[in-house]
């Protein structure tokens, strides 16, 4: 989604920006444009396209400034083209205006302002807050921009800038995310810390309805009705290598082959092997709570949404608690029945999905307690929520999610031994399934280095325009990542589904040219699978299997096998993904697709 970040400073302003804005381009983006305050009074230059298009812009230009707001923008209202790109100027020219969010009442207020006379020329919902501020404006931009927000009903984080007010940056949220960075004689303003990791690592987070004004030397927080705020700045521990390529030729390669490490580090420190049981700290206000609940609503999207559904196998099977799965998109609109015995999970890599976010809100207006599974130290969620758990998979850049997915199914894996241990099972079962999870890391190193096979069935597929994705049990939520995954960065239809439907309908579409990859692995329903996999054959259908490893007899039955190390048959999705992931990457390669940053899509939705 949009993108904002913000520097006023002793250096010049515009490098920064454009660093800036490439940081923030895996958010995803169709626009992009700079604003800043030079002495002969307010520049701006915008563009339709990738942030490299701005930059040819500017290179035509001379800019000295210190100050300056810059924005990707991810269209909502209005195409992306140079006008409606951000940032979105008043008509006197004094102010310039960058946007994350949705104004819901911006043609009404679009409407007042036109009938006074104002010509305005976007798209955009932003505009209007351009026109309001200076509606406002008395001298005190600060203040002309509270006038204004007063105003405006819906989502934002803004950044604004006046050449009447040459010394400052006044930024807001109100549901999207923001934060200040305080560097030595110099702040910035961003939508997240990538953007400015390079000059600072100490954030303060601005909560909704809060405005900050920043200077070069300090900074101000005050919420909309004008109460004075003191906020803490925080040290971030990300590296500025940790959000870099090292090497690798895509951010959702290096993330796919981080998965070893992300998942040593999601369980270090909270495995407790003699007692067969985990010690996971942000939960340890909630154990009496959490030994009393008799049922879990586990909310997510996307991706999140699937290691829910991972979840609930896991926490049914081994705490024998009801879990059910709902995408917080639709549970923020039902009236979901919730009691003081319901603990509601709550899943997001980035916490800040709006849609997320909502039901969260919604769940504990209901009187629900709600646990954050997150993995952005100081997002919303993680700061909204009661309690909870972060996977610690450090900074995911690649717009699909492959490192985090793998994390949070081992977080669930752990609440899961931790809520088992509370009720039905053993110390020595507690123990089996520490020691299966202690396994993993070394697991999937085995098959990352097993990529030249996965590439090789790429190359033999990557023109296929269908693909079906089979499994069942736990893994049939990975047959939905894995199309999900292929769907999102190779632009190829996929479809997941639970390998007994399929002769409910998909069977339909079963011939030559449709592939199915089907996860087989020897457990308690192997045989049902095979059976599944017969149907496809019978069909002419194409099988490419994840198999466990010393299953030499599934090579006779299917067109290509993918072997995957034995691992305790629930915790097998943390394996069974991994080459669905490298399938996906190698075929949209293989297409030339812009992996990390696909068409359409944004990292973090942050609307709804
Ligand atoms: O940050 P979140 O986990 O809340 O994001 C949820 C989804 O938007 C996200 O998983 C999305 O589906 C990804 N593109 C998946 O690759």
Known sequence: MCGIVGYIGQQKATPILLEGLKRLEYRGYDSAGIALLEDEGLKHEKSAGKVHMLERLLANRTFTSHIGIAHTRWATHGEPTDLNAHPQLDDT??????????????????????????????????????????????????????????????TYAIAVIDSRSPDKIVAARNGAPLLLGQGQGENFVASDVAA????????????????????????????????????????????LEMIEKAGHDHFMHKEIHEQPETLRNATRGRLNIEEGTVRLNGLT????????????????????????????YLLEEYA??????????????????????????????????????????????????ALGIVNVVGSTIARESDGGVYIHAGPEIGVASTKAFTSQIMVLSLITILLGRMRNISANMGKEMIEALESIPEKIQQILDNEIQIKEIAETYYKSNNFLYLGRGVNFPVALEGALKLKEISYIHAEGYPAAEMKHGPIALIDEKMPAVVIATKDSIYDKVMSNIAQVRARNGRVIAIATEGDAEIANHVNHVIFIPQIKQCFSPLLSVIPLQLLAYHMAVLRKCNIDQPRNLAKSVTVE
């Open 196 to 239: 400015i990791l390079r000059h600072t690592n100490k954030v303060a987070y601005i909560e909704d309805k809060e405005i900050v004004t920043l200077t070069a030397d300090n900074y101000h927080i005050s919420t909309i009705e004008n109460v004075e705020i003191s906020r803490k700045v925080e040290e971030i521990n990300w590296s």
């Open 285 to 312: 206000d909630h154990l009496e709570d959490l030994s009393r609940i008799k049922r879990v609503i586990i909310t997510a999207c996307g991706t999140s949404w699937h290691a829910a559904l991972i979840g609930e």
């Open 320 to 369: 024998q608690i009801p879990v059910e799965v709902e995408y917080a998109s639709e549970f923020r609109y039902r009236s979901p029945i919730i009691d003081e015995n319901t603990l509601v999970l709550v899943i997001s890599q980035s916490g800040e999905t709006a849609d997320t976010l909502a039901a969260m809100r919604e769940a504990r207006r209901k009187g629900a307690k």
């Open 93 to 154: 020219g004094n102010i310039a205006v960058v946007h994350n969010g949705i104004i819901e009442n911006y043609r009404a207020l679009r409407e007042v302002l036109e009938r006074e006379g104002h010509n305005l020329v976007s798209d955009t919902d932003t505009e209007v807050i351009a026109y309001l501020i200076n509606m406002y404006y008395n001298g005190d931009l600060t203040e002309a921009v509270r006038m204004a927000l007063s105003q405006v009903e819906g």
